[in-house]
């Protein structure tokens, strides 16, 4: 009974709509939904609170992808074991990767990262692009490029929401360079998983990461991440719900500082990163 009601809510929804996408994660989803409105049925696979690095479909998603016109990718890991299996499952189904053309840095290799700029994609890059407002400009023009090309009855439609979209981008990116106006060079925010290396490069900012390639770390390194963020004077340690931050409370009690629970994934995504720099800067 239930599983036939799911059918018709799915199949009467999608009668609604011009096309029938897939999204990987919440911001991809807040992202199109911006653009495509209500031109575009949208189902999200990787649910809130769960981490891109090890979730897996349910029946009724998978039964979504079977209707699906379009899968919007964003290269993050899910996609690397699902996609093909999707893509078997649903052989007329347009991928479209709304990451192709954003440049893309290295994830953190050390406890004190400098990021590095790279425009080829290699084993080992960041995939959490959407942290620098630059680069969601880029994935919005290609969600609109696509929305274009598979819906051109609506491009005026596409245009008008892209245009919205895209003024919200760039405020947002106004207001996070006026809070850190005040900031020196280089000023050094510290993190549990090394997930905001674009935001940290957008703004001249270092992470100081307490967990490297999912260990975490060693009592030496402890002592060193301890005295660093000391002598940066660091307002608070980000971690994220996906993850464990046993280590990250350990410094927190020590340094007298919060552990401030926020994830990359957020659906909110301007309100995000405009939290993220009022505490870095202790302006919350």
Not at 44 to 70: T, W
Not at 209 to 232: F, M, S, W
Not at 248 to 276: D, F, H, M, Q
Request: negative net charge; without cysteine.
């Amino acid at each position: 009974m239930h599983k036939l009601l799911l059918s018709f809510l799915l199949a009467t929804t999608y009668l609604w709509s011009n096309l029938h996408a897939i999204v990987s994660i919440l911001p991809q989803e807040t992202f199109l939904k911006a653009i495509g409105g209500d031109k575009v049925t949208l189902e999200l696979m990787v649910q809130p609170g769960n981490s891109p690095h090890s979730y897996e479909p349910k029946p009724s998603q998978m039964l979504a992808i079977a209707k699906a016109d379009i899968y919007f990718t964003i290269d993050v890991e899910f996609e690397n074991v699902w996609l093909p299996k999707f893509m078997n499952l649903n052989k007329k189904m347009k991928v479209i990767d709304i990451a192709d053309t954003v440049p893309k840095i290295h994830m953190a290799t050390s406890h004190n990262t400098h990021n590095q700029h790279n425009q080829h994609a290699h084993k080992g890059e960041d995939p959490h692009i959407w942290t620098d407002p630059a680069n969601v400009r880029i994935i919005a023009q290609n969600i609109y490029n696509a929305l274009a090309k598979y819906d051109p009855e609506n491009i005026g439609y596409y245009k008008t929401n892209l245009e919205t979209f895209l003024n919200l981008v760039n405020d947002t990116d106004e207001h996070i360079k006026e809070i850190f106006s005040s900031l020196k060079e280089n000023h050094k925010f510290m993190v549990f998983h090394p997930s905001w290396g674009y935001f940290a490069k957008a703004y001249d900012l270092e992470q100081i990461v307490v967990e490297v390639e999912g260990k975490a770390p060693k009592p030496k390194d402890l002592i060193h991440l301890i005295k660093e963020a000391r002598e940066e004077q660091v307002k608070a340690i980000f971690t994220q719900p996906e993850f464990s931050d046993a280590s990250a409370r350990i410094i927190a009690k020590e340094l007298g500082i919060p552990v401030i629970k926020v994830t990359p994934l957020a659906s909110n995504w301007s309100e995000n990163l405009l939290y993220i720099a009022k505490i870095i800067t202790g302006k919350n």
